[in-house]
């Protein structure tokens, strides 16, 4: 069981967020039920540079025990606190179908799938990318994004994307939603922008350490504008996502 929760304040609130990012990731950890967790800054989504950074929007990823642990977030003390604060919010609930590689020397979401997107999955899904940047190669990599980042904005299926980061600089990573299963695979191996992305990468030696994964979006609840949300605002496209 994992979740993605998002959460919008406004400009003013910045001196209130830096004690919950700097003291939240400890007290998430020892939640009751978390097997894995991250606080999150985001960017924008436009070009997924240092430039990119969102004061307004941030996240937290977490891998629970079991859905009877999830569904006490709301009642800890990061959810609480993020609560008082937040304008507005939004849930991800999410099934891992597929990753590959590691974040913070862990596989959080085990091996599902040896990293293919695999399963009767039908409906929308999530695409999580996260790196940690070698400082030597970062400009390198930085100069490489705006193409991808472009193209990815007109992607048929794209429902929402913005990218994550740990820190303004070198760790960072990417949330892209997808209508189906096709639309992300279409954009991931057949568009020429990210093609050519990917076929840099072993040559570049960008990433110091990396994670690609893959999500069944089982539901979405509260305000998907927190998101950015592109799509129609369709119950039955989150809802009917497995068969």
């Known amino acids: 069981m994992v979740t993605l929760h998002v959460w919008r304040v406004g400009r003013s609130d910045l001196p209130r967020v830096l004690p919950r990012m700097a003291f939240g990731p400890r007290w998430l950890r020892a939640t009751d039920g978390v097997r894995f967790a991250k606080l999150l800054g985001t960017g924008t989504g436009t070009g997924f540079g240092p430039g990119d950074v969102d004061p307004t929007r941030w996240a937290a990823l977490t891998v629970w025990t079991s859905a009877e642990a999830a569904a006490g977030f709301d009642d800890s003390p990061v959810g609480r606190s993020w609560a008082r604060l937040a304008r507005a919010t939004v849930r991800l609930d999410l099934r891992p179908v597929a990753s590959r590689g590691e974040w ?132 039955e496209t989150v809802e009917g996502g497995h068969a």
Do not use: C
Not at 141 to 163: D, E, S, T, Y
Not at 200 to 211: C, F
């Open 104 to 235: 913070s020397r862990r596989r959080p979401f085990g091996d599902p799938a040896g990293g293919r997107v695999t399963g009767r999955v039908t409906g929308p899904v999530l695409a999580l990318t996260r790196a940690r940047l070698r400082p030597r190669r970062a400009l390198t990599f930085w100069r490489a994004v705006p193409p991808v980042a472009a193209a990815l904005h007109h992607a048929p299926g794209l429902l929402a994307r913005f990218g994550v980061g740990e820190a303004p600089l070198g760790w960072q990573g990417t949330v892209s939603l997808w209508r189906d299963p096709a639309s992300l695979v279409e954009f991931a191996y057949r568009h020429p922008e990210h093609r050519a992305a990917i076929a840099r990468t072993p040559t570049e030696g960008w990433y110091a350490e990396e994670l690609f994964a893959r999500f069944e979006v089982r539901a979405v609840t509260g305000d998907r504008a927190v998101l950015g949300w592109t799509g129609d605002d369709d119950t």
